[in-house]
């Protein structure tokens, strides 16, 4: 009687224990895999699949079961996933819209535009999301893992966490509900692995990374970068925004794997180490990509007495900035929008307000402007050192896309766990959707975004550019003594970085008329190069003697 109750009333979310979909995203017309974990055993249920508003969209009747994670899977299900067997299979219809949905508001998933064609593109944090949850027991963290040994492989085949629900996807969630109510955008969200394919932002007229976007692979910052580079617009919605460089399993793309040490991590290529992206191992500089990075950023202002405070939000330095028309601020006003990490840019100097100037020259871009700013420490220093999270928008060059980058990772959140309030939830929220607005539609109209409407991108003023240096080190192969050959008139005093195949440093210095690794066996080395702009070359080099 009681299970007949349940199947003419609906499904009450209560009896969906835990659960996890075939894959993160679906393209509409795609057959999707659920696997749902229920409460007991129920036959016949209706069970409504929900937009990430709580709507109702469609249903299906389905036979449910009690799971447990599968023996083979038990020793490792944080890496090798639960294992559960198929509930359901589901046609994701052609006309359900692009977004995040969920099957009673429990097992999440992402359907995708099958024509690839919204003006918006957003990309879901779903590598941050799953380097958090600890389903299993291990995540990327020492403090989320049950043993404080944290896993460098993660399963996406696993259930979300009350860590997930409560913490990560906080950062994202109020923004994407909020989106998915203005329908004067046509948009389509995929998520952090979908941007390893080229096609699934090509033909956007603008990319959108929102939340804590904290784990990027390789190939997605470079198919980033050439969309940027091609003429496309991009929003950084986000902060601590591609920290940490991670990649797929290369047979098993159900896996994500982030070791976070060089020498642990068994790839054998230096340029695929799971480690930061600010490693000049990696030679990636995201300041190069995204204006602003962690190294540079900054935690929150601190009650700790000889901190350095800021504003708890962003003081405005740039009013007449077209992509704060309509709110009414000033001059060192602040937008209130505290956040936990902040990703800041390479500061010139200081000026007579105390405001922070960018290192215009050393950027290389051909327009930057930074809109407004917060201060706190930077975590990158031994000592307590001043650090910065930046609102910036800026252009490569005459022929690359806009980027508008606010370096915060609250802009998306309302009131997160332990009760700071961002940008969804704060007091000037309605002045965060009007920015947000602002840059949407002026990027989407390819109207100007600068105050400087006179500054010229015919040329950039990029003094160095990555790659294009004509230092040579030979020979190579060699036994161990590598000459090093610069033009005539370079006088820069270059350093330089030694690393072996596991990612181990050789050797640290400066880089004169040779470098001596004659001490070094035999096998190929990675020589990473300090440029005059802070970015990094590396050269391979082989030692056979």
């Known amino acids: ?277 600010a490693s000049p191992s990696l030679n990636y500089p995201v300041l190069k990509s995204l204006g602003v990075d962690w190294p540079h950023g900054a935690y929150p202002p601190s009650p700790i007495p000889g901190a350095y405070h800021g504003w708890g939000g962003y003081k405005i330095v740039l009013p007449n900035s077209p992509l704060l028309a309509g709110t009414n601020l000033h001059f060192h006003d602040t937008i209130a929008c505290k956040t936990r990490e902040y990703d800041g840019s390479l500061v010139h100097h200081y000026n007579t307000y105390g405001d922070p100037v960018l290192d215009t020259n050393a950027l290389g871009f051909c327009k930057i402007e930074l809109i407004g700013y917060d201060e706190g420490e930077e975590d990158f220093h031994s000592a307590p050192a001043k650090g910065h999270g930046m609102f910036i928008a800026f252009k490569k060059s005459a022929a690359s896309g806009n980027v508008v980058n606010v370096g915060g990772t609250h802009w998306c959140a309302n009131t997160s766990a332990n009760g700071w309030p961002g940008g969804w939830g704060a007091r000037d929220s309605s002045k965060i959707k009007k920015i947000t607005m602002n840059i949407f539609n002026l990027l989407l109209s390819k109207s100007n975004i600068y105050t400087n409407t006179h500054a010229s991108c015919t040329t950039a003023s990029i003094n160095y550019i990555a790659g294009s240096t004509s230092l040579e080190l030979f020979p190579n192969p060699s036994t161990g003594i590598f000459v090093v050959k610069k033009e005539a008139n370079d006088s820069f005093d270059y350093t330089a970085e030694v690393y072996n195949m596991m990612g181990q440093k050789c050797f640290e210095g400066k880089l004169n008329n040779e470098i001596d690794l004659s001490n070094q066996s035999d096998g190929m080395y990675f020589i990473s190069i300090k440029m005059p702009d802070g970015s990094a070359l590396t050269k391979r080099v082989i030692i056979s003697k």
């Not at 016949?44 to 389905?62: A, E, P, Q, T």
Request: glycine share 6%; aromatic share 14%; proline share 4%.
């Open 1 to 277: 009687m009681w299970l007949l109750f349940v199947a003419k009333q609906g499904f009450s979310t209560n009896y969906i224990a835990d659960g996890y979909m075939g894959r993160l995203s679906y393209t509409q017309g795609d057959t999707a895999t659920a696997y749902i974990n229920a409460q007991n055993t129920f036959t016949n249920v209706k069970m409504y699949l929900r937009n990430i508003n709580g709507k109702k969209v469609d249903s299906v009747v389905v036979n449910l079961v009690h799971q447990h994670i599968a023996s083979s899977h038990a020793a490792r299900p944080w890496s090798l996933g639960f294992g559960y067997a198929p509930s359901f299979k589901y046609m994701i219809p052609n006309n359900l819209p692009s977004g995040i949905y969920s099957w009673e508001n429990k097992v999440f998933f992402i359907v995708k535009n099958s024509r690839k064609n919204a003006d918006i593109t957003f990309i879901y944090p779903s590598n941050t999301e799953t380097a958090y949850g600890n389903a299993g027991g291990k995540c990327f963290y020492n403090d989320g893992s049950t043993d404080w040994q944290q896993s460098d492989t993660l399963s996406f085949l696993r259930p979300l966490t009350i860590a997930n629900l409560t913490y990560t996807r906080k950062y994202s969630e109020p923004f994407m509900k909020w989106i998915n109510t203005q329908s004067q955008y046509n948009f389509q969200v995929i998520c952090d692995q979908d941007l390893d394919d080229y096609s699934e932002i090509q033909n956007s007229k603008l990319i959108c990374v929102v939340g804590h976007s904290e784990y990027w692979t390789r190939k997605a910052r470079e198919n980033f970068d050439q969309f940027v580079n091609a003429g496309g617009d991009a929003v950084v919605l986000s902060g601590n925004t591609s920290c940490w460089q991670v990649r797929y399993h290369p047979t098993d793309k159900t896996k994500i794997i982030c070791y976070k040490d060089a020498s642990a991590d068994p790839e054998p290529n230096l340029l695929l180490k799971t480690i930061m992206w």
